[in-house]
C-alpha cells in the first residue's frame, strides 16, 4: 500500500520562502506522477503542481507559475515543491499525491495527511 508523507510546513512571513518534501513508499516511485494540491479552509482542494514520471515533465496552477517549482529525486522516492515569493492567500494544508495518470484533477489514488503552511502578512 502507497504511503506518502509530506514534510516542511510552517509558519513564513509574506514573501519568504519554504521547501515542502513528499517521501513515497509502497510503490514504485519512479513509474508515478507525483502531484501537489492544497486546501484553504472551507474550500475545495485545488491543485498546484505535477511532475511526470515519464519525462519529469511539469504542469502549474496559473496563481504559482514563476513562484513555485516542483521537483522529483528517484533515487530517494521523494517529491519537492519549493515555494517562494509566498503570499497570504497560499496559506492552506498541501497534499501531495500519486497516480499512474499525468492530470490536474484531485482525482489522483494515493494522498498524504497533508502539512499546514501559514503565510503571515
Known amino acids: 500500500q502507497a504511503q506518502l508523507a509530506e514534510s516542511g510546513g510552517g509558519l513564513v512571513q509574506a514573501g519568504g520562502s519554504l521547501r515542502l518534501s513528499c517521501a513515497a513508499s509502497?510503490?514504485?516511485?519512479?513509474?508515478?506522477?507525483m502531484g501537489w494540491f492544497r486546501q484553504a479552509p472551507g474550500k475545495e482542494r485545488e491543485f498546484v503542481a505535477a511532475?511526470?514520471?515519464?519525462?519529469?515533465?511539469?504542469k502549474y496552477a496559473d496563481f504559482v507559475k514563476g513562484r513555485f517549482t516542483i521537483s522529483r529525486d528517484n533515487a530517494v522516492n521523494t517529491v519537492y515543491l519549493q515555494m517562494n515569493s509566498l503570499k497570504p492567500e497560499d496559506t492552506a494544508v498541501y497534499y501531495c499525491?500519486?497516480?499512474?495518470?499525468?492530470?490536474?484533477?484531485?482525482?489522483?489514488?494515493?494522498w498524504g495527511q497533508g502539512t499546514q503552511v501559514t503565510v503571515s502578512s
Open positions: 499525491a500519486a497516480d499512474r495518470v499525468f492530470d490536474i484533477r484531485p482525482q489522483y489514488a494515493s
Open positions: 511532475v511526470s514520471w515519464t519525462d519529469f515533465s511539469t
Open positions: 509502497g510503490l514504485t516511485f519512479s513509474r508515478y506522477h
